[in-house]
DNA sequence: ATAATTACTGGAAACGATTACCGTTCCGGT
DNA sequence: ACCGGAACGGTAATCGTTTCCAGTAATTAT
């Protein structure tokens, strides 16, 4: 039997993860991060890091993107629904919005009978440093 | 050295997996049409399902879906460039075009100096049998 | 046809990212 | 300070996918 906890702890990892988020306008993988976390002495165990990605993710203070190879990038973003401009070499990310696009992809689904409809939408490519 | 080969031969497991990806109109992992190739009496291994689906992925016959978990989906598509509408549950999928969010995403991308652009634009939901 | 060449096959092992386990640590309310 | 349970973190496991490599078979040359 699952227990779901009824309270969220602060704690330093939780504050470590936070501020080395803070410090970037990139995307990184949660191993990046774990690494960038180690190299700013900041000690927090490789689990911890996933845990606590996922906790913000939940929480929508943070969101992942998928890159076409698999693997989750994460960064700190706005609550507002938009989409993300990612640099495939260096991981800048720059959030966009689309009010066309959800339409679009809302009007396209339910022409289709489809319901409970979500979206996927990420635009790929090298920014100006990386060309 | 890797040995690149210069021709491509037609064996009975392609055609097999070729055969199998015809006789469907949804989009299916690698390991489900495994399955699905036993189940109809096609012995074909594992890892030629995965390495014939990535040959027609590149050869453009083909192309993969990612699942929001991760997992890569497979169906055959006709050439032009077009996006997926895909049942979470059962597979369904709906080629759609969308003429207007491609030139959103390259116009959004180009304000911000991006290049190489490529985008990934999937559409989920249950159809109407899961629903 | 037959032989020589080389692409293809497939089971097992390797892989990389992520998650589960579980004993230990430590936050927070009393 | 005490206690209960949330969080930690190292290790092992999982999952989808790829690599290895020795055996098989499709093509090409003789």
């Given at each position: 039997?699952?227990?779901?906890?009824?309270?969220?702890?602060?704690?330093?990892?939780?504050?470590?993860?936070?501020?080395?988020?803070?410090d970037t306008d990139s995307s990184h993988s949660a191993q990046q991060l774990h690494?960038?976390?180690?190299?700013?002495?900041?000690?927090?165990?490789?689990?911890?890091?996933?845990?606590?990605?996922?906790?913000?993710?939940?929480?929508?203070?943070?969101?992942?993107?998928?890159?076409?190879?698999?693997?989750?990038?994460?960064?700190?973003?706005?609550?507002?629904?938009?989409?993300?401009?990612?640099?495939?070499?260096?991981?800048?990310?720059?959030?966009?919005?689309?009010?066309?696009?959800?339409?679009?992809?809302?009007?396209?689904?339910?022409?289709?009978?489809?319901?409970?409809?979500?979206?996927?939408?990420?635009?790929?490519?090298?920014?100006?440093?990386?060309?």
């Open positions: 039997m699952t227990t779901i906890p009824n309270t969220t702890r602060s704690t330093r990892q939780r504050g470590e993860v936070l501020a080395l988020l803070r690494q960038m976390l180690r190299e700013r002495g900041a000690k927090v165990g490789l689990t911890t890091v996933y845990r606590t990605l996922q906790l913000l993710v939940d929480a929508g203070e943070a969101d992942s993107t998928r890159l076409p190879g698999g693997e989750q990038l994460f960064r700190l973003c706005g609550g507002t629904h938009h989409h993300h401009l990612v640099c495939r070499r260096c991981g800048k990310t720059v959030e966009v919005a689309g009010p066309a696009v959800e339409k679009w992809a809302d009007r396209v689904a339910a022409e289709h009978g489809f319901t409970d409809v979500g979206h996927t939408i990420e635009i790929f490519g090298h920014c100006t440093d990386c060309a």
